[in-house]
């Protein structure tokens, strides 16, 4: 079985800086894409930001030059690094992983979420 466990969210001041990871635990061959979303109360989950396996990198337009996404060396693992923060940044974030191949087939994953707070 697959699971993604993300760490890394808390409370900042606006201007501060967080770093998000999520890793994938189980018998994986490969993944295609790996992305942070998050939610904010009463608003739609929306895409922040996603990489693809050939290193390709997407960002919502709220969040360009402030946030990077990237890979880590196991592969497994994705970092959401969020710069210069604004309080509208408030929201619990999730971390998604696309097609992911594993023994158990072909499948999408969320991890579990962690809530970022930030403070005027």
């Known amino acids: 079985q697959v699971q993604l466990v993300e760490s890394g969210g808390g409370l900042v001041q606006a201007g501060g800086s967080l770093r998000l990871s999520c890793a994938a635990f189980g018998s994986i061959f490969s993944i295609n894409v790996m992305g942070w979303y998050r939610q904010a109360p009463g608003k739609q989950r929306e895409l922040v930001a996603a990489?693809?396996?050939?290193?390709?990198?997407n960002y919502v337009d709220s969040v360009k030059g402030r946030f990077t996404i990237s890979r880590g060396n196991a592969k497994n693992t994705v970092y959401l690094q969020m710069n210069s923060l604004k309080p509208e940044d408030t929201a619990v974030y999730y971390c998604?992983?696309?097609?992911?191949?594993?023994?158990?087939?072909?499948?999408?994953?969320w991890g579990q979420g962690t809530q970022v707070t930030v403070s005027s």
């Open positions: 990489i693809t396996s050939g290193g390709s990198t």
């Open positions: 998604n992983f696309l097609r992911v191949a594993s023994i158990k087939g072909v499948n999408d994953y």
